[in-house]
């Protein structure tokens, strides 16, 4: 049974950074997808970005692009999200998921998940 277990959460002011973990195990991911979602208050959950386990494909979403970098430590099973030049509007839950096969952005098709770290941003 796959599990993911999330870190890093917490208080940074506007402008700062900080890198959330994401520690996997119960299978071999290497046929998986790995993504970081978010939920805000009073919103649904949304993409972030996701990287591919084999090749290392990433994709983010617009509103991190430039300012968020996914990765991962394949001796860890570990995979990150360093989170630079945070602003209010990136307070949320920050989930991470796993599905075998290609990523998608799509929460639904995500078949684990995390149980979730808050991340706040105070102005």
């Known amino acids: 049974q796959v599990r993911l277990v999330e870190s890093g959460g917490g208080l940074v002011q506007a402008g700062g950074s900080l890198r959330l973990s994401c520690a996997a195990s119960?299978?071999?991911?290497?046929?998986?997808?790995m993504a970081w979602f978010r939920r805000a208050p009073g919103k649904g959950r949304e993409f972030v970005a996701g990287?591919?386990?084999?090749?290392?494909?990433?994709y983010y979403a617009d509103s991190v692009k430039g300012r968020f970098t996914i990765s991962k430590d394949n001796a860890k099973n570990t995979v990150y999200l360093q989170m630079n030049t945070l602003n209010v509007e990136d307070t949320a839950v920050y989930y991470c998921a796993a599905r075998p096969g290609s990523l998608i952005t799509v929460a639904r098709v995500y078949d684990d998940w995390g149980q979730g770290t808050q991340v706040t941003v105070s102005s």
């Open positions: 990287i591919t386990w084999s090749g290392g494909v990433t």
């Open positions: 119960g299978r071999t991911f290497s046929s998986y997808a």
